[in-house]
DNA sequence: ACTTAAATACAACAATGTTGCGTTTAAATT
DNA sequence: AATTTAAACGCAACATTGTTGTATTTAAGT
């Protein structure tokens, strides 16, 4: 699959910045934080990095979820999400040793059902503890 | 209930910052922000407010969540909680007008099938939309 | 190769949260 | 009621996460 066609699809630029963070959360489903890419890419300047991971959540690429910390994160949406909602609404794992965040992708998250005049658009649902290295550990 | 008796119970000094803030907190089940209550209290001291809010939640009197913005928020408990673990964990409701967060007490978090290998400790259920009062207007 | 809107780099700022330390105080003891 | 002391407070400094403004650069269409 061709990354910078798949970020010129959805309207944005293919730049090497966008390409090199794509390649990486399309590598492995897991949430990345902010501060995770930028020890991977360490020339990167901050603030490209923020604006290339919002710009990738506004237009549906990847989906955001926030951790234990508040710390906001981003994981690449296996299926293609409209702009305004994000199909692939799962449950997501963060382990409170390693701090790595999963996605449970063949988990979705339940339905609630909401007291009345509540109007629910959507859910972040963490479950946190030990993953399975950490567990082995 | 003689709030400083039930500050007293977990071990804590019943001042006059305590006092205050757990009078807020016990009177209505929301889940508030270190920001809400530093308004409320505007002259308390910020590093004072923080320390409260986590000497409550250390000692069970009070429970943590994060909220759609990654900010930590803290409501009472209802229930008393031992040290280490919130009897009460609930769904928490976010306004994504208002921002305020309400706890549903009468809607436990459900318990998920976590894969193999992955140890579970707890969740943060989020679901969020529109509160009565916004969804009103 | 030219053009232009979009993206980047850099500086500055804002919000949230923590740590260290000297001073004050709740509450137990005398 | 006075004394004692660990706990709590107030203040300064700092750390992390995230945003905004603006001049410069670049992807990609013409």
Chains 1, 2 share one sequence.
């Not at 990345?32 to 549906?60: K, P």
């Not at 701090?99 to 509540?118: D, Q, V």
């Amino acid at each position: 699959m061709d990354l910078s066609q798949h970020i010129r699809e959805r309207g944005l630029k293919a730049t090497p910045s966008r390409i090199s963070v794509m390649k990486v959360l399309e590598s492995d489903h897991r949430a990345y934080a902010h501060a995770d890419l930028e020890t991977i890419f360490s020339t990167m300047d901050r603030v490209t990095l923020y604006r290339v991971l919002n710009d990738f959540e506004e237009t549906g690429l990847v989906h955001k979820v926030i951790d234990m910390d508040g710390v906001t994160r981003f994981a690449y949406c296996k299926h293609s999400c409209p702009d305004t909602h994000h199909a692939d609404e799962h449950v997501h794992f963060n382990c409170q040793v390693c701090r790595k965040m999963f996605c449970l992708e063949n988990m979705p998250a339940p339905s609630f059902n909401i007291p009345k005049g509540f109007k629910a658009m959507g859910q972040n649902v963490l479950v946190f503890g030990l993953c399975k290295s950490c567990s082995a550990a």
